[in-house]
Every structure is written in structure tokens, then in C-alpha cells.
């Protein structure tokens, strides 16, 4: 297919999903966000104030001694870790009960609005991916993902949190990372093993441009095959390590899904049939402007940032060595006026923000409408994949036991978190029996100081209910819990029907 030059990619607009609000008016002269009833939002330093707010002070913020002041003094707001709490939930999708009826544009208009959905190929209850869309939406026809991959194009598949599922809208912010695939991935590896292999890679290219898209499982293995080992990822087919190495080079993207499989096809077929016609590299928005447009929609998901939490959401840069640069990317939005900065009790770190347009719902959660949700969370949900962020805002240790032996587990193979209005409160491992259509709930635990009321069981019950119709089971089945007053409430729960949140 030929190439078309100057064909401009499409800027990401990520929907703002939130309940309705007045929109931020931006900075004014005051240096305070144009957000009326806040008491609670201090007058900017007279120091800051002197400073005009360019268009070059908006791009490097931080930099400007005018937003530096911004975060020496007193914070702008303060928020009592309850409150970041359900502010996070509120921008993470998990306040408010699902929608009765799903569509396919409800299932993008939740990828959209967080930004990034990780993919994981256990699938001891279902792949993570499915069950991040059905914490936020409820049951839904999982067949919508792989529609949106194919042949809607609203999604697709690249190195984001980690393996993840991006808006195609933003496929240029991710360009970037494409064509730096050999400095970035494995240390070199992949590059390497495409200079070391360049038969293979051209062979893999080729029977694709001729026959279309192509699954792994389409190429044969050598004959000579040899036995490999537990963790061998790719096995023993060359032409497996060829078609991820040309995936991370952004050569090859996942045209479709089949049966979980991926399919493979040539990046300018798949972009042709997203945006008409094959968006030109020259046209890519600058390392400064991807930055920024990461900044916003972390900023969007998250609700609440702060510096150290920036660079996990899509692990633009190691975590470690970048907190000056997330204090700058921060203050930037605070100069456009989408965020205000803010302190959380207890949790005092320079440079945390609070998106802007989530100041209303403050306001109506301090007049007392507070998340209603209980549901369950995948230990991949990118409201817990940061364990420090979890331990910060729920004071929940994420605990992930599949690669431990069994006699070593504390938990379970696999534990889903239990969100419950507004605070985790234990979680459960599961485990699908599909043949013999069971959901087994093979343990459950509640934190420390959390007691067993009805209400609460009621709810982990009615949720477990929701999540095995979702999964096409038709009951679900406890076999154990290291509280016998729990299971004995969660046993009788589970024979009740109900409704999975009540309104406080």
C-alpha cells in the first residue's frame, strides 16, 4: 500500500466522563482557578501573581517562579485522604453504580477515560482486561472489546501501563515509543535480535504482505523442535520472537483477537482502516507535547496526582529518577488551569494536583454524597496496579500469589480486591469452573478492623452474583474462609438475592 504523506494524526480528545459540572474557566488574574463556593481554595502568593502566565511559562511551568511559589507555600487545597480517595474512584469510574444497559460506546467512553487498559493472559477467572470493564460497567457483552479492536479500530494494542489497550485516538502519542523500540525494550533485545535474525524477519514480513493478517499459530514450528523450558515465553518457533520484536518496532500492530490469539497484520493496513489513510511520521506531535498530553489524561484517570505516582500509569520513564520532571509536567496543568494543587493529610508531597473539574464534586462530597459502589478489582486495575498509590489512598497491600508456590501463598492464586463504598475492604480468590458452570469462591478475607456486617456481606455477595452472570455461571459456590462467622454470613448471603449497593 502506498504511503500518503502529510496525512496529520489524529490528536487525542479524551472525553471528559464525569457527572455533569460547570467547566474550569482557567486561570485568572489572582492565579486561582475560576471555580466559585470554594472555601476551601487559598489566594495564590502576591510573588505568583507578578509572573504572566506565557505561552512559554504554560509549556515548562515549573520552571516559572510564579507556579514554583504555587507549591512552597500552604497548599491551594486540602484533602483528607478519604476525600483523594473518592475523587480517585470518581475519575476511575467506580463511584457511581453501572449503567442497566451497556453498548459498544460505553465500553470505549470507559477506555477512553482511563486512558490505558492492561492486558494479562491469565484467565483463571477471565483475562484482567474484561474484568477492569466489568468492575466499572457491570455485565456486559465482552465480544464489544474485540469489536473495538476490529472492525470498529476505536482501540488498539501497544506498550502503554504495560501490554495494554490504548484509544486509537491517541496512536500518536505512542508513535514515539514505536520507533524507539530498540533503545527501550529489554535493554536493546529487540533490536539486536532483529539485526542477529534479519532472514527470519523478512520471511515473517513477507508471508504477511502476502497472505494478510496472521496468528503465531499460522507459522509452522521447525522440524528439528526442541523441548523448552516452563518460562521459555516465546517457545521454540524463531518466527514467534519475530512477530513481538516487529509488534514493540511498531512494524506489525494486532489487527484482531481469536480466541484470545493474537492476529497480526501490517501497521499501514490496520492504520488505513482506522483513519482512512496511513497517518505520516513527519506529522507526529513533539516529545514535549506527548508529555503533556500524558500528563492530562493521567490527570483525568487518576483524579488526584501525585509526582511520585505520575510515571507508573504508562511508565513513560523509570519512577525513581523523574520526580522533578512529574513536578513540572504537574505545574504545567496547573497553569493552563486543569489542575490545582492540593495536599492530602498524612501524605504531604510537594507538587500533588487535583484535576479541576472534579472541584464540584468535591464540594458535593463534602456535603455528604459519598461513593455507593461495591464491586470487585482485578489485581491489574489501574486503581491498584501502583502499589504505593494503593497503600497511599486504601492503606491496601496489592498481593499477587500466582508465580508463588502454594504452600508459600498467604492469600490465594489469584485475589481480587473488594471495593466497597469507597474503601477496599478485603479481597476474595476465585477461580471459573467453566465446565461445570461455577464461579468458586475458594477464599475470602476483610482487613484489619473491618467487621462483618450485613450490609457489607449483603453487598460482596450480590457483586460475587453480578460477576459470575457475567462470566456465564450459574451459581456461585463457597469453599472456604478462615472466619467462620464470615462464612457462615457469606453462605446465607449467597442463597439471598440483592441488590450488590445501597444508597447510604
Same mark, same amino acid.
Given at each position: 500500500?502506498?504511503?500518503?504523506?502529510?496525512?496529520?494524526?489524529?490528536?487525542?480528545?479524551?472525553?471528559?466522563?464525569?457527572?455533569?459540572?460547570?467547566?474550569?474557566?482557567?486561570?485568572?488574574?489572582?492565579?486561582?482557578?475560576?471555580?466559585?463556593?470554594?472555601?476551601?481554595?487559598?489566594?495564590?502568593?502576591?510573588?505568583?501573581?507578578?509572573?504572566?502566565?506565557?505561552?512559554?511559562?504554560?509549556?515548562?511551568?515549573?520552571?516559572?517562579?510564579?507556579?514554583?511559589?504555587?507549591?512552597?507555600?500552604?497548599?491551594?487545597?486540602?484533602?483528607?485522604?478519604?476525600?483523594?480517595?473518592?475523587?480517585?474512584?470518581?475519575?476511575?469510574?467506580?463511584?457511581?453504580?453501572?449503567?442497566?444497559?451497556?453498548?459498544?460506546?460505553?465500553?470505549?467512553?470507559?477506555?477512553?477515560?482511563?486512558?490505558?487498559?492492561?492486558?494479562?493472559?491469565?484467565?483463571?477467572?477471565?483475562?484482567?482486561?474484561?474484568?477492569?470493564?466489568?468492575?466499572?460497567?457491570?455485565?456486559?457483552?465482552?465480544?464489544?472489546?474485540?469489536?473495538?479492536?476490529?472492525?470498529?479500530?476505536?482501540?488498539?494494542?501497544?506498550?502503554?501501563?504495560?501490554?495494554?489497550?490504548?484509544?486509537?485516538?491517541?496512536?500518536?502519542?505512542?508513535?514515539?515509543?514505536?520507533?524507539?523500540?530498540?533503545?527501550?525494550?529489554?535493554?536493546?533485545?529487540?533490536?539486536?535480535?532483529?539485526?542477529?535474525? @534479519?532472514? /527470519? =524477519?523478512?520471511?515473517?514480513?513477507? #508471508?504477511?504482505?502476502?497472505?494478510?493478517?496472521?496468528?503465531? %499459530? &499460522?507459522? $509452522?514450528?521447525?522440524?528439528?523442535?526442541?523441548?523448552?523450558?516452563?518460562?521459555?515465553?516465546?517457545?521454540?518457533?524463531?518466527?514467534?520472537?519475530?512477530?513481538?520484536?516487529?509488534?514493540?518496532?511498531?512494524?506489525?500492530?494486532?489487527?484482531?483477537?481469536?480466541?484470545?490469539?493474537?492476529?497480526?497484520?501490517?501497521?499501514?493496513?490496520?492504520?488505513?482502516?482506522?483513519?482512512?489513510?496511513?497517518?505520516?511520521?513527519?506529522?507526529?506531535?513533539?516529545?514535549?507535547?506527548?508529555?503533556?498530553?500524558?500528563?492530562?489524561?493521567?490527570?483525568?484517570?487518576?483524579?488526584?496526582?501525585?509526582?511520585?505516582?505520575?510515571?507508573?500509569?504508562?511508565?513513560?520513564?523509570?519512577?525513581?529518577?523523574?520526580?522533578?520532571?512529574?513536578?513540572?509536567?504537574?505545574?504545567?496543568?496547573?497553569?493552563?488551569?486543569?489542575?490545582? @494543587?492540593? /495536599? =492530602?493529610?498524612?501524605?504531604?508531597? #510537594?507538587?500533588?494536583?487535583?484535576?479541576?473539574?472534579?472541584? %464540584? &464534586?468535591? $464540594?458535593?462530597?463534602?456535603?455528604?454524597?459519598?461513593?455507593?459502589?461495591?464491586?470487585?478489582?482485578?489485581?491489574?486495575?489501574?486503581?491498584?496496579?501502583?502499589?504505593?498509590?494503593?497503600?497511599?489512598?486504601?492503606?491496601?497491600?496489592?498481593?499477587?500469589?500466582?508465580?508463588?508456590?502454594?504452600?508459600?501463598?498467604?492469600?490465594?492464586?489469584?485475589?481480587?480486591?473488594?471495593?466497597?463504598?469507597?474503601?477496599?475492604?478485603?479481597?476474595?480468590?476465585?477461580?471459573?469452573?467453566?465446565?461445570?458452570?461455577?464461579?468458586?469462591?475458594?477464599?475470602?478475607?476483610?482487613?484489619?478492623?473491618?467487621?462483618?456486617?450485613?450490609?457489607?456481606?449483603?453487598?460482596?455477595?450480590?457483586?460475587?452474583?453480578?460477576?459470575?452472570?457475567?462470566?456465564?455461571?450459574?451459581?456461585?459456590?463457597?469453599?472456604?474462609?478462615?472466619? @467462620?462467622?464470615?462464612?457462615?454470613?457469606?453462605?446465607?448471603?449467597?442463597?439471598?438475592?440483592?441488590?450488590?449497593?445501597?444508597?447510604?
Amino acid at each position: 500500500m502506498k504511503k500518503k504523506a502529510n496525512v496529520p494524526i489524529p490528536s487525542a480528545s479524551v472525553p471528559r466522563q464525569f457527572i455533569s459540572r460547570p467547566p474550569c474557566r482557567g486561570v485568572g488574574t489572582t492565579g486561582l482557578v475560576h471555580c466559585q463556593g470554594r472555601t476551601d481554595v487559598r489566594t495564590v502568593p502576591a510573588r505568583a501573581r507578578a509572573c504572566p502566565l506565557t505561552a512559554s511559562t504554560r509549556q515548562d511551568g515549573a520552571r516559572c517562579p510564579a507556579l514554583r511559589s504555587l507549591y512552597d507555600p500552604v497548599a491551594v487545597l486540602r484533602l483528607t485522604v478519604a476525600e483523594a480517595r473518592a475523587l480517585h474512584l470518581l475519575a476511575q469510574g467506580l463511584f457511581h453504580r453501572p449503567p442497566r444497559r451497556t453498548r459498544d460506546r460505553d465500553v470505549q467512553a470507559t477506555i477512553e477515560r482511563l486512558g490505558v487498559v492492561q492486558i494479562d493472559t491469565i484467565s483463571v477467572i477471565h483475562r484482567s482486561q474484561y474484568l477492569v470493564l466489568w468492575s466499572r460497567l457491570g455485565p456486559y457483552d465482552a465480544a464489544a472489546l474485540d469489536r473495538l479492536l476490529h472492525p470498529s479500530r476505536a482501540i488498539f494494542e501497544y506498550w502503554g501501563h504495560a501490554a495494554s489497550i490504548l484509544p486509537m485516538t491517541r496512536y500518536s502519542h505512542f508513535r514515539h515509543r514505536m520507533l524507539a523500540a530498540h533503545e527501550r525494550v529489554y535493554g536493546g533485545w529487540t533490536e539486536r535480535w532483529i539485526a542477529e535474525n @534479519p532472514e /527470519t =524477519i523478512a520471511a515473517t514480513l513477507a #508471508r504477511i504482505r502476502e497472505n494478510g493478517p496472521m496468528a503465531s %499459530a &499460522d507459522f $509452522d514450528a521447525p522440524e528439528n523442535r526442541r523441548r523448552t523450558g516452563p518460562w521459555d515465553w516465546y517457545g521454540p518457533k524463531d518466527s514467534r520472537i519475530a512477530l513481538d520484536a516487529l509488534w514493540h518496532r511498531g512494524d506489525l500492530m494486532i489487527h484482531s483477537r481469536r480466541n484470545g490469539q493474537k492476529i497480526y497484520d501490517l501497521r499501514e493496513r490496520v492504520l488505513a482502516e482506522a483513519f482512512g489513510e496511513v497517518p505520516d511520521d513527519s506529522a507526529l506531535p513533539s516529545v514535549e507535547e506527548v508529555d503533556r498530553a500524558h500528563a492530562r489524561t493521567t490527570l483525568r484517570a487518576l483524579g488526584v496526582v501525585a509526582p511520585s505516582w505520575y510515571h507508573d500509569y504508562f511508565r513513560v520513564k523509570p519512577r525513581r529518577a523523574r520526580l522533578a520532571e512529574a513536578r513540572d509536567l504537574l505545574a504545567g496543568l496547573v497553569a493552563e488551569g486543569e489542575a490545582v @494543587p492540593a /495536599t =492530602i493529610d498524612g501524605l504531604e508531597e #510537594r507538587g500533588t494536583v487535583t484535576d479541576s473539574a472534579l472541584l %464540584a &464534586d468535591l $464540594d458535593r462530597l463534602r456535603a455528604g454524597a459519598w461513593p455507593v459502589r461495591t464491586t470487585l478489582l482485578s489485581p491489574f486495575d489501574s486503581t491498584i496496579w501502583d502499589r504505593q498509590r494503593a497503600r497511599a489512598l486504601f492503606g491496601f497491600e496489592v498481593v499477587f500469589e500466582a508465580y508463588v508456590p502454594p504452600l508459600r501463598r498467604k492469600y490465594g492464586y489469584y485475589c481480587l480486591a473488594i471495593l466497597h463504598r469507597g474503601a477496599i475492604v478485603g479481597r476474595v480468590d476465585l477461580k471459573m469452573d467453566r465446565a461445570g458452570g461455577l464461579l468458586r469462591l475458594r477464599g475470602i478475607w476483610l482487613e484489619p478492623g473491618v467487621r462483618t456486617g450485613a450490609r457489607l456481606v449483603t453487598s460482596i455477595a450480590a457483586s460475587l452474583r453480578e460477576l459470575g452472570e457475567f462470566l456465564g455461571a450459574h451459581d456461585v459456590v463457597l469453599e472456604g474462609s478462615s472466619e @467462620p462467622v464470615l462464612e457462615r454470613e457469606m453462605q446465607r448471603a449467597l442463597r439471598r438475592d440483592g441488590p450488590a449497593d445501597e444508597e447510604a
